[in-house]
């Protein structure tokens, strides 16, 4: 079934540690984005990549890198993982990058210890 | 400052009734504006949108209103079914004033349907 791939679907971390969220998509979609879930503060945009080899900064970027070496894969790293970066984070591409009509991953569910 | 408000955090109705969901936005250069719906343990799915051009746009069950001198919008669901039980989000994007790294996503409503 065609859609976005996303592991772990849930992991638990020791603060300090590195993590990386894996995302992969099979539709061929240019545009890919990370976001959070957060109870209460709906989602918001980790990072975002219109392309192949580009990427830019969301609303809350700090203390997440992405690379987006092809257009399938699109990994979000932790460098050092803080408890406020537990969270439930969701994985989304999309085949226009001026709609808004996004695909979602069914999410990676981490918790910062 | 939050610029897309689902000022209701949830919404109870039976089934058979109409559900009506309420999104009011502040930022007058959004010209796109989508719901998604999401179930627990699952990714959010895209359910309608409407481009400020129009004031209404209906798919089967799904309505979205948007009045925009009220900077306001509402999906309605008629007849509301057990299985349209989730939490809804209302989002807006700038379209040609941005790409989809714009779009800007309510707080969302958890709408439980009681059979």
């Known amino acids: 079934i065609a859609g976005i791939t996303q592991a772990p679907t849930s992991q638990i971390l020791a603060a300090g540690r590195r993590m990386t969220l894996r995302c992969t998509q099979d539709?061929?979609?240019?545009?890919m984005y990370w976001y959070r879930q957060d109870l209460g503060l709906g989602l918001r945009l980790i990072h975002y990549?219109?392309?192949?080899?580009?990427?830019g900064k969301g609303e809350v970027p700090d203390g997440y890198s992405v690379s987006r070496a092809n257009t399938d894969d699109f990994p979000l790293t932790l460098a050092s993982a803080v408890p406020s970066q537990t969270s439930v984070y969701f994985c989304?591409?999309?085949?226009?990058?001026?709609?808004?009509?996004?695909?979602f991953g069914e999410g990676s569910r981490l918790t910062v210890l | 400052d939050q610029q897309v408000k689902q000022n209701s955090p949830s919404l109870s109705v039976q089934e058979g009734r109409i559900s009506i969901l309420n999104c009011d936005y502040t930022n007058s250069m959004f010209d796109y504006f989508l719901w998604y719906k999401k179930y627990p343990a699952e990714g959010p799915t895209f359910l309608i949108s409407?481009?400020?051009?129009?004031d209404k746009n209906e798919d089967g069950r799904f309505t979205v209103f948007l009045n925009k001198s009220a900077k306001h919008l509402s999906l309605h669901i008629v007849p509301s079914q057990p299985g349209d039980s989730a939490v809804y989000f209302c989002?807006?994007?700038?379209?040609?004033?941005?790409?989809?790294?714009?779009?800007?996503f309510g707080k969302g409503t958890k709408l439980t349907v009681n059979p």
């Open positions: 989304a591409s999309s085949r226009e990058t001026n709609t808004g009509e996004l695909f």
């Open positions: 990549s219109n392309t192949a080899g580009t990427t």
């Open positions: 409407i481009s400020s051009i129009k």
């Open positions: 989002a807006a994007s700038g379209g040609t004033q941005g790409g989809s790294e714009k779009l800007v």
């Open positions: 539709m061929r979609h240019n545009a």
